[in-house]
């Protein structure tokens, strides 16, 4: 069982950056691709972007893509999400979660993804 505690939400104005945290119980989260998800009120969890094992490999929403960067430091057991460029659509509670799929079958959907963090809220402001 992979616990997953994620931080840095806030409030930023548009244009605004922000840096999300997710820090693991598990000493081994090299084991696992990590991925991030958003929900706004009233809409379904949507992929944000996910990274690969080793760090070396990204992937993106294009709804984020060129602005949110993803990255792991797998001896603090902690993955990022840097977030610039702020939207008031990008206003949501963030999720992080561990998939112990293949990088290359883990996918985009949530159900790909066998532990996952409590949320952040994150929140721009126009």
């Known amino acids: 069982q992979v616990q997953l505690v994620e931080s840095g939400g806030g409030l930023v104005q548009a244009g605004g950056s922000l840096r999300l945290s997710c820090a693991a119980s598990?000493?081994?989260?090299?084991?696992?691709?990590m991925g991030w998800f958003r929900q706004a009120p009233g809409k379904e969890r949507e992929f944000v972007g996910s990274i690969r094992r080793s760090g070396g490999v990204t992937k993106y929403a294009d709804s984020v893509k060129g602005r949110f960067t993803i990255s792991r430091d797998n001896a603090e057991n902690t993955v990022y999400l840097q977030m610039n460029s702020l939207k008031p659509e990008d206003t949501a509670v963030y999720y992080c979660?561990?998939?112990?799929?293949?990088?290359?079958?883990?996918?985009?959907?949530?159900?790909?993804?066998?532990?996952w963090g409590q949320g952040t809220q994150v929140t721009v402001s126009s």
């Open positions: 598990e000493r081994t989260l090299s084991s696992y691709v």
């Open positions: 979660a561990a998939s112990g799929s293949s990088w290359y079958f883990v996918g985009s959907g949530p159900d790909g993804y066998d532990f």
